[in-house]
């Protein structure tokens, strides 16, 4: 059973559409997040959430918006895609907001064209 | 806010050497220090971490060791292999977990 999982794994899209990322826990865990990772492999955090707070990253565009039905999925809506957008988006997980492992989703590449 | 920095960006060592990757943060509460390991289109995943409580842990072939005075940790890999080859991270367990920059380790057979 995948613990932390992702769709799609890949999306091409067009400038200007709307996409959605899904993701699910199975862990139990209380913190979500979501982090983009570029070209040159940096892994950026956009938001952490869990059943009390959202953390946002102030340099990620108000494009993107998590919204998080329950405790065990957190989505990620992306408005107006942009060119520079086209990266891999991970999901992850972990019990705490802080001191623990964080397990990762299988990545969703993004392609805008 | 936290920051986390990682040195070398890229490393490449023949199989069999060691290795040595090294982060410094800024922030004096971290407790927890993580290493991630993401191989070529894949996820990263945890390889070894260590607590503040300790100065060294060792799993097999690899190693972490925390200086929390000068605050910096360094992941060491010793008898490299080819399937060491990925882009390791270290991670500043912090609210917001943000992650080095990664370290890109070739291992030269």
């Known amino acids: 059973d995948t613990a932390v999982s992702q769709t799609p794994k890949y999306l091409v899209t067009q400038m200007g559409n709307d996409k959605s990322i899904k993701c699910e826990q199975n862990?139990?865990?209380?913190?979500m997040y979501w982090y983009k990772q570029d070209s040159k492999k940096f892994l950026k955090i956009m938001f952490s959430?869990?059943?009390?707070?959202?953390?946002i990253n102030e340099t990620v565009p108000n494009r993107f918006s998590p919204k998080s039905p329950d405790k065990a999925h957190l989505n990620l809506h992306i408005n107006s895609l942009e060119l520079g957008d086209s990266a891999v988006y991970f999901c992850?997980?972990?019990?705490?907001?802080?001191?623990?492992?964080?397990?990762f989703g299988e990545g969703s590449w993004l392609t805008v064209v | 806010g936290e920051n986390v920095e990682q040195h070398p960006s890229t490393l490449s060592v023949q199989e069999g050497d060691s290795a040595v990757i090294k982060c410094t943060y800024s922030?004096?509460?971290?407790?927890?220090f993580p290493w991630y390991k993401q191989e070529l289109g894949k996820r990263p995943q945890l390889i070894i971490d260590?607590?503040?409580?300790?100065g060294e842990k060792k799993d097999q072939r690899i190693a972490v060791t925390l200086n929390k005075t000068a605050k910096h940790f360094s992941l060491h890999i010793t008898e490299t292999q080819p399937e060491d080859s990925a882009v390791y991270f270290c991670?500043?367990?912090?609210?917001?977990?943000?992650f080095g920059g990664g370290t890109r380790l070739m291992v030269k057979p």
């Open positions: 992850a997980s972990s019990p705490e907001n802080s001191g623990n492992t964080i397990y």
């Open positions: 862990l139990g865990h209380d913190t």
């Open positions: 959430y869990n059943n009390k707070e959202l953390i």
């Open positions: 922030d004096s509460a971290s407790n927890y």
């Open positions: 260590i607590r503040s409580n300790v």
């Open positions: 991670s500043n367990a912090g609210n917001m977990l943000t």
